[in-house]
């Protein structure tokens, strides 16, 4: 397989196995049925798998509570099928990353059993204890409005333990040297199981200072170096992919500067300006922030996306953008979650409406980095808010027209699947869209093999190109004598725009459209002007038709090649 930075240029896509493909009926996907809809995800044309957690678990965060590392939960099958898996992805040309939930464990796990079970135990400073209440139990949850402490009693350990997140799971000590130890070790073990690396989760809480004392918790960002050490000599090309909601100003302290810590990092900065853009049809705040993100080292990457398996966070937004957002989007409390997010799918945030889909995935997919997809967007799956909290996005896998999506064959499926109103499975299918040539899934499978011959997007370095009009976001890529122009259009009416390419000697030359044969070519002073519908997108290559000779004499073999953005 091509080995270097081939993160650059990737597409990724996250499912969760137990929603996916149930192949023994009994109502849990598992990995044979993963393993069946491999040819499915190949032709699609994604490029990398990130997999939530599968190990064993009580299940109470969807996984996220983890019982046993080295496992798989034996509802979705056994090792064994876990490293089929693999080999099936690898046979594929699919690399695999996986959750690496090491800020916490379940309560149910040895570990903190042991823990709890006396102050003498090994494993007691595993955790972060404290004798007496501290003092700001009441602050720093995540889960506001659900969780009501991050400190909790625990009568066997005659203790108080914290938990960042639910108390069902207790912090790490991560700062002890046998734990730092362990999580290496865990690491080893899924990269040998054939995984290329990790979605880090909760980043800045594993590597915060941790105890009763702390007041402000200090990142120790020393340890994400360690990480990427380890990770490196055990396989040089794997990768972490860190969940950092950070703000750009820290963005260098998770790379490194010197681009020794994490390989890619989430971007939530541009992701909630990009809400907001879509929802107020005002560009500039999102140019802002891409702007803002854009100093990162050369090989590092940023992992863009709309909506993921958690509520939409808009926690950065200004007071006033936040409410613009809610009200587009998430208008109705029940959408609404954590006082700070929307927890709906991303179709019916926008209506349904094929028009800015279509806009917000363009998009994401010329966005500086990698783009990461959510399984069931593709054909434009609903969300069914009867479900608690953000389970309401996380139904299972709409196949098919038959019984259950086709999902599985039980009664029972372990989320129910969305069976009524316009994003019911009788509507809303696989099957259904792959014979259509103008559906949705057809329309992001061409859409990601635009995106994959585009290395520029994730090679290259990019600029915003300014025009007049709010609504309009112009970026323009160049890596290897290369040049990409993306525009789009947030507005819900027709927009004229006009701009200028940029750079000296662009002047006059013709923007190939990449999607379609509506060309623009510029006029004397090198003007572009374009006619775009509402929520429109372009996809143009600079140049005219020369850029073809241009290609074949340098080697855009992107993945394959060690080199930097300029
Ligand atoms: C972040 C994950 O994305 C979320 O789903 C989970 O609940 C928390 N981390 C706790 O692990
Ligand atoms: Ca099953």
Not at 89 to 108: E, F, M
Request: contains cysteine; charged residues 25%; proline residues 5%.
């Amino acid at each position: 397989m091509i080995d270097d930075l081939w993160y650059k240029n990737s597409v990724f896509y996250c499912l969760s196995v137990g929603t996916y493909m149930d192949a023994n009926g009994d109502g849990i996907g598992d990995f044979k049925g993963l393993l069946r809809r491999l040819d499915y995800l190949q032709g699609l044309g994604i490029t990398t798998i990130w997999l939530m957690p599968f190990q064993p678990s009580p299940g109470k965060d969807d996984g996220y509570d983890i019982s046993d590392y080295y496992g798989v939960d034996p509802r979705y099958g056994t090792l064994g099928d876990f490293v089929e898996f693999t080999h099936g992805c690898r046979q594929r040309g699919i690399r695999v990353i996986i959750d690496l939930v090491v800020n916490h464990t379940s309560d149910a796990h040895k570990w903190f059993r042991e823990a709890r079970s006396s102050k003498e135990s090994s494993y007691r400073d595993w955790y972060v204890w404290a004798d007496k209440k501290p003092a700001n139990a009441g602050k720093g949850m995540v889960f506001p409005g659900v969780q009501k402490s991050t400190w909790t009693y625990d009568k066997e350990a005659r203790g108080w333990y914290f938990h960042r997140f639910y108390d069902f799971q207790p912090d790490l000590n991560t700062s002890n040297p046998h734990v730092q130890a362990e999580i290496l070790k865990i690491m080893g073990f899924w990269i040998q199981a054939g995984v290329s690396g990790f979605r880090m989760d909760a980043v800045p809480f594993v590597i915060a200072t941790k105890g009763p004392k702390v007041r402000t918790p200090v990142e120790q960002y020393d340890m994400l170096r360690s990480l990427r050490e380890f990770l490196q000599w055990r396989q040089g090309n794997a990768i972490i992919l860190g969940e950092a909601n950070v703000l750009p100003k820290t963005d260098m302290e998770y790379f490194g500067k010197d681009g020794d810590r994490m390989h890619m990092m989430f971007n939530f900065h541009v992701n909630q300006h990009l809400f907001y853009a879509l929802a107020s049809a005002d560009s500039r705040p999102l140019a802002k922030a891409m702007v803002e993100t854009k100093p990162r080292p050369a090989t590092a990457q940023w992992g863009h996306f709309l909506r993921n398996h958690d509520e939409l966070d808009l926690g950065r937004l200004t007071k006033d953008q936040r409410e613009v957002v809610f009200g587009a989007f998430g208008p109705e409390k029940t959408m609404q979650l954590y006082e700070r997010g929307i927890r709906r799918r991303l179709a019916p945030m926008l209506g349904g409406d094929r028009r800015r889909l279509e806009l917000a995935y363009s998009l994401l997919y010329t966005l500086p980095g990698t783009s990461v997809i959510r399984y069931g967007d593709e054909i434009g799956m609903g969300d069914n808010l009867d479900l608690p909290e953000r389970n309401c996005a996380r139904t299972p896998m709409q196949w098919s027209n038959e019984p259950h999506a086709g999902f599985t064959e039980s009664d029972k499926p372990v989320l129910p699947v969305i069976d009524k109103g316009p994003y019911g499975y009788e509507h809303v299918n696989v099957a259904k869209q792959r014979r259509d040539p103008n559906s949705l899934l057809n329309w992001t499978e061409r859409m990601i093999r635009m995106r994959k011959e585009v290395p520029e997007i994730g090679w290259g370095d990019f600029q915003v190109i300014a025009t007049r009009d709010p609504a309009a976001l112009v970026v323009r890529y160049d890596w290897r004598n290369n040049s990409v122009l993306f525009v789009h259009n947030f507005d819900d009416k027709p927009r004229e725009v006009s701009f200028t390419v940029g750079l000296a000697g662009d002047e006059g030359k013709l923007l190939v459209n990449l999607l379609s044969e509506d060309h623009s070519e510029a006029n004397d002073r090198g003007k572009h002007t374009l006619l775009l519908e509402a929520y429109g997108y372009r996809w143009y290559r600079v140049g005219g038709l020369d850029y073809l000779l241009k290609r074949s004499d340098i080697d855009t073999d992107a993945a394959g090649k060690a080199s930097h953005p300029a």
